[in-house]
């Protein structure tokens, strides 16, 4: 028998995010020899299992998951289990580790790298998704692997940042490992496996479950493999603020860009700061230090030629919302508070006055 399918029987049974799994692990570390012993007669359920967890582990064998596991070979997603050597190190002391994990992707960025998690609001403002995405971009030139959960808003301007740098990232899903979401963001998922990162989660392809609950489990695996959690802008109700939970019983350090004493948006990170359980983090030196980085000094950037006064009233509201950050045309018009005529106007005027630059997929950056 495949040692895999033990493995894949156990986790099946105790279910994912298993409070003991370090635990059980540390009385059974060969899940085959569990299942032997089960089978004669000469073990008992571990004491550790919920009722309902050991009743599924006499109910089944590990040959129940043969097709799981065969659909996953001949899929290209990878079934890594505590034994194997390509499963994330860092996450092996998590009282809560995962018995399985899959991943797509590349996953020997899994190990051997410097890990920083940033998370935040999946919607975010001008703000927020600057810090996020010009903070990671300067950790991933320094060869950090930015970890995030591949979500709308900043989990996904931390990956941007990685892919753009073109160094690996890891995401980590809480949908099944052959689902995106949202959808949307399968070109960004199909870039980071193509710069050598990889996509992980505890859930095997075709999960039909329900997802309630899934991503907040995730986060403990986000919190768990990074090094560091860096948290860009969130509210004060956010699941950015579970995530800094499971860091904090990892005791793994929080950083917060702070924020406006106006913005709700930053409420949840400038309460962070207040209480004292996040360090302020003002530029990717704060992190870098702390993992033992010496950056390299950027050159300053050049100042721009552009005069805001030449332009008009819309262009101007519409300069104020760009960063480097691309955004869409739509995006402009939320931040701007303006229709989509107009903020097309006004694009084309900061175009000719040297305010805005144009990129792929109809977005723009300041220039």
């Not at 998951?65 to 990878?78: I, P, Q, W």
């Not at 052959?178 to 998922?189: E, I």
């Not at 560091?228 to 917060?256: D, I, K, M, Q």
């Not at 101007?316 to 760009?322: E, G, H, T, V």
């Amino acid at each position: 028998m495949d040692k895999t399918l033990a493995w894949l029987w156990l986790a099946e049974a105790v279910g994912t995010a298993f409070p003991a799994a370090k635990e059980l692990l540390e009385l059974y570390p060969d899940p085959e020899q569990l299942y032997e012993g089960l089978r004669l007669g000469k073990e008992a359920p571990p004491l550790c299992l919920s009722d309902a967890a050991a009743d599924k582990l006499c109910d089944t064998t590990p040959f129940d998951y043969e097709e799981r596991y065969d659909h996953c070979l001949l899929s290209g997603v990878e079934v890594l289990t505590p034994d194997d050597p390509m499963y994330p190190a860092r996450l092996l002391d998590l009282p809560d580790l995962p018995l399985v994990l899959y991943a797509t992707g590349d996953i020997t960025c899994l190990n051997g790298q410097r890990y920083v998690g940033m998370v935040g609001t999946r919607r975010p403002g001008a703000y927020g998704r600057q810090a996020a995405f010009e903070l990671s971009l300067e950790m991933a030139k320094q060869g950090v692997v930015i970890v995030s959960g591949l979500a709308d808003g900043l989990d996904s301007e931390g990956h941007r940042a990685a892919v753009q740098a073109g160094v690996p990232t890891v995401a980590f899903l809480g949908t099944a490992i052959d689902k995106t979401y949202p959808a949307a963001n399968g070109a960004l998922r199909q870039k980071l496996q193509a710069c050598g990162g990889a996509v992980c989660s505890e859930y095997p392809p075709g999960y039909p479950a329900k997802m309630k609950g899934t991503f907040l489990e995730r986060n403990r695996l986000i919190a768990g493999m990074s090094e560091a959690l860096c948290v860009a802008e969130a509210r004060t109700r956010s699941g950015t603020l579970n995530t800094v939970g499971h860091a904090h019983r990892y005791a793994r350090p929080v950083f917060a860009v702070p924020g406006s004493i106006y913005s709700p948006l930053s409420e949840g990170t400038n309460e962070l700061l207040r209480t004292h359980r996040a360090e302020p983090l003002c530029s990717a030196a704060n992190v870098l230090e702390v993992l033992g980085i010496q950056g390299h000094a950027q050159p300053p950037r050049p100042k721009s030629t552009f005069d805001a006064a030449a332009v008009s009233a819309d262009a101007k509201r519409i300069y104020d919302c760009l960063s480097q950050t691309p955004q869409s045309v739509e995006e402009l018009c939320t931040a701007a508070g303006l229709n989509v005529p107009q903020t097309a106007a006004a694009l084309v005027e900061l175009e000719i006055f040297g305010g805005a630059e144009k990129q792929q997929g109809e977005r723009y950056i300041a220039k």
